[in-house]
């Protein structure tokens, strides 16, 4: 045998070892005993890499309400995007790979849920989000970090992807609203109905495009119309200009290539 092909088999090995015990290195499991920000700080993750995760799994856990010892394994972490993130409770088990820029689950399923891009079928936009806007009964200039969406009274408001009723009531300038917490970040406020869909209740479970309510001008307001709201973190965000949250499905020789990375994993 030729020496250099000797050196490149030798090297090549030894390459393969480093990423080995460099995978190995990386595998950082957490156990619940605080919260998940702390118990992961103690574990070394850092401060992107925790809110990556909490992210990333949110849209199938709460993190609020994590239970002791539950277990996460997070395997590497560079740029702030861990390879894998598994989650594990006795009857609920997550698992996250990173495909992209994005994560999936095993069947190349994304994590996070697809946003509808309007929640009724709607005339026109009759206000845009905007941080001063003249009040027509206020009198006076006030932010306006919302949508409004003029459509014939009774008009059907859906939900705008999967998620948790959080407030269904009249709620003053809002009038009648909803309040739907999507994952752990997301929250969408639909307001000034006329009325809610039967037999919705706080708590409850709610899919992407099932009716909530209908549109109405209760509250505050001087006509028929949606204000709808998207609130990232609590923070108000312009539902027109916000890259919305897109579900996808890898398939074809993507999701071949996706399994076959996950298997290695
Ligand atoms: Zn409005």
């Known amino acids: 045998m030729r020496l250099h092909i000797v050196i490149k088999i030798i090297s090549f090995t030894l390459i393969i070892f480093l990423i080995t015990l460099n995978a190995q290195a990386k595998n950082t499991k957490i156990t619940i005993k605080n919260s998940f920000y702390t118990d992961a700080k103690k574990q070394g993750l850092s401060h992107a890499t925790i809110n990556t995760i909490i992210r990333t799994l949110s849209w199938r856990l709460n993190f609020n309400a994590l239970r002791k010892n539950d277990k996460f394994s997070i395997i590497g972490s560079e740029k702030n995007h861990p390879d894998a993130i598994f989650f594990q409770r006795e ?4 698992q996250a790979f990173l495909w992209g820029k994005k994560y999936y689950d095993k069947n190349g399923k994304s994590l996070q849920v ?10 026109r936009i009759s206000s845009k989000f905007q941080y001063r806007r003249y009040h027509p009964i206020l009198k006076t200039y006030l932010p306006h970090r919302a949508v409004d969406y003029a459509a014939k009274h009774g008009t059907s408001v859906y939900a705008v992807a999967d998620g948790i009723i959080k407030k269904r009531k009249h709620m003053g300038a809002l009038g009648n609203a909803v309040f739907i917490q999507h994952g ?54 312009n539902p027109l200009r916000y890259k919305i949250p897109k579900a996808k499905q890898l398939s074809g020789n993507e999701l071949k290539k996706f399994k076959q990375r996950i298997k290695t994993l």
């Open 91 to 94: 009857n609920k088990n997550i």
């Open 114 to 123: 697809g946003f509808l891009k309007a929640p009724l079928k709607y005339q």
């Open 184 to 237: 752990g970040n997301y929250e969408t406020v639909y307001a000034h109905l006329a009325g809610f869909a039967q037999k919705l209740r706080r708590g409850q479970i709610v899919k992407k495009g099932q009716i909530i309510g209908y549109v109405g001008s209760t509250g505050r307001s001087t006509g028929a119309h949606l204000h709808y709201e998207i609130r990232y973190n609590g923070k108000r965000k």
